[in-house]
């Protein structure tokens, strides 16, 4: 039987976190529930699919509007980090979590 996973997306959330950090988080949760199942060999198709997703991700900063594709970001041993603008500050990373038996 092949071991499953679920979706973890983490990065500190206070009152001076970025609202699209907030909004991105918020929009990928609803395309990637955290409640979906994934096999190992999934991971590399799903984050990438989740980078097409923030690619097309619009928000605005300050009365400008931006597309998602700004955002710097890296996939590292099956995890996505999102940066913050103008920064190298990890804002958000998605990963993988091993469900319990």
Do not use: W
Request: aromatic fraction near 12%; proline fraction near 3%.
């Amino acid at each position: 039987m092949d071991k499953k996973y679920r979706i973890t997306y983490s990065g500190k959330i206070t009152s001076k976190t970025p609202n699209y950090i907030l909004s991105l988080r918020a929009h990928l949760k609803g395309v990637f529930p955290e409640t979906e199942r994934y096999g190992e060999e999934e991971f590399d198709r799903i984050l990438h699919c989740i980078g097409s997703f923030i690619n097309d991700f619009h928000f605005k900063v300050r009365n400008s509007s931006y597309r998602g594709s700004i955002l710097k970001r890296v996939i590292q041993n099956n995890s996505l980090k999102v940066f913050n603008l103008g920064d190298e500050k990890v804002m958000l990373t998605i990963s993988f979590t091993p469900l319990g038996t």
